[in-house]
């Protein structure tokens, strides 16, 4: 089995238990932007001595930063911390097996801009399976409390969230591969490490200067939430580094559209954890989206 598939299926395990705790920070004590923030204060210096630990075992020198890597970098970092941010609020609107299901329209934005952007194509096959995932997210729109008619299904707020996120998440993980690839080492970790490195340390940045302008008070939220924020780095690092190696491993829209496996997942979460209710029309949306992950690799 190719590596980057087990490092996908890594990834979706790590993310759906961050997610879980993000989702309990989020509804006892921190705002989405301060669950956001609390993965990434709490990952940074994992993520850092990480990367020391293997450059010292291993010997590797850090490769040089060009100016695209930094552009790259900023664009994903800073995309993904607004998705981040969309996502959490989601689960206040939906459940949360669905509230990732939302999520997943990233997958069809991911395969548009990998093309746009750094020219990786996607096979037929690979846009059938993509165009089910599709379908699974149309099922889905559809909610109790929603009006009628397609138009009003996709505009409502749960399901622009979903779809913003998407959006986001998409150029977030096409700038990380596209980072990736601006570093001149063969070493597939050593690149996935320095990238998730400079990536996050990026994000701790912004994130702390928007939350002292805009609400210090959370600051001492998140600091107050240690006990479970700290387990959110410590996935969100595990999460993160899977992702950015199979990024540097293969086309981003097949990462993304694998990691589809999050949703059987979330769903198990869902029911055991969060005692939520699912309905038939959430797990034929789900099933669907099965579907489009078993059309995917018939694809490659």
């Known amino acids: 089995m190719p590596l980057w598939i087990v490092v996908t299926f890594a990834a979706a395990t790590f993310q759906t238990v961050r997610f879980m705790l993000q989702k309990i920070l989020s509804s006892v004590s921190l705002s989405?932007?301060?669950?956001?923030?609390?993965?990434?204060?709490?990952?940074?210096?994992?993520?850092?001595?990480?990367?020391?630990?293997?450059?010292?075992?291993?010997?590797?020198?850090?490769?040089?930063?060009?100016?695209?890597?930094?552009?790259?970098?900023?664009?994903?970092?800073?995309?993904?911390?607004?998705?981040?941010?969309?996502?959490?609020?989601?689960?206040?609107?939906?459940?949360?097996?669905?509230?990732?299901?939302?999520?997943?329209?990233?997958?069809?934005?991911?395969?548009?801009?990998?093309?746009?952007?750094?020219?990786?194509?996607?096979?037929?096959?690979?846009?059938?399976?993509?165009?089910?995932?599709?379908?699974?997210?149309?099922?889905?729109?559809?909610?109790?409390?929603?009006?009628p008619g397609l138009w009003q299904q996709l505009t409502g707020r749960a399901p622009l969230l979903g779809l913003g996120s998407g959006v986001l998440f998409a150029f977030s993980a096409v700038s990380y591969r596209g980072a990736s690839l601006e570093l001149q080492v063969p070493d597939a970790v050593l690149r996935a490490a320095v990238t998730l490195a400079v990536v996050v340390c990026l994000q701790t940045v912004m994130m702390l200067v928007w939350l002292t302008v805009r609400d210090p008070a959370e600051i001492r939220r998140v600091w107050a939430a240690r006990r479970v924020a700290v387990w959110v780095g410590l996935t969100s690092m595990g999460g993160s580094f899977c992702w950015f190696l199979a990024f540097t491993l293969q086309n981003a829209a097949y990462v993304k559209a694998l990691g589809q496996v999050e949703l059987l997942l979330s769903l198990l979460a869902s029911l055991v954890f969060f005692k939520e209710t699912v309905t038939r029309r959430e797990i034929f949306g789900m099933g669907l989206l099965v579907l489009s992950i078993l059309a995917l690799i018939l694809a490659l």
């Open 32 to 147: 989405p932007a301060g669950a956001t923030f609390s993965r990434f204060i709490y990952s940074a210096p994992l993520i850092l001595l990480l990367l020391w630990a293997y450059a010292r075992t291993t010997g590797a020198e850090m490769p040089a930063l060009s100016a695209g890597f930094w552009g790259f970098a900023a664009v994903g970092g800073l995309s993904q911390i607004l998705a981040t941010i969309c996502v959490v609020a989601l689960f206040k609107a939906r459940n949360f097996a669905v509230g990732i299901t939302f999520k997943k329209t990233e997958v069809i934005q991911t395969a548009l801009v990998g093309l746009v952007v750094l020219g990786d194509e996607v096979s037929v096959l690979g846009w059938l399976a993509i165009a089910i995932g599709l379908g699974a997210v149309l099922v889905l729109s559809k909610s109790a409390d929603t009006a």
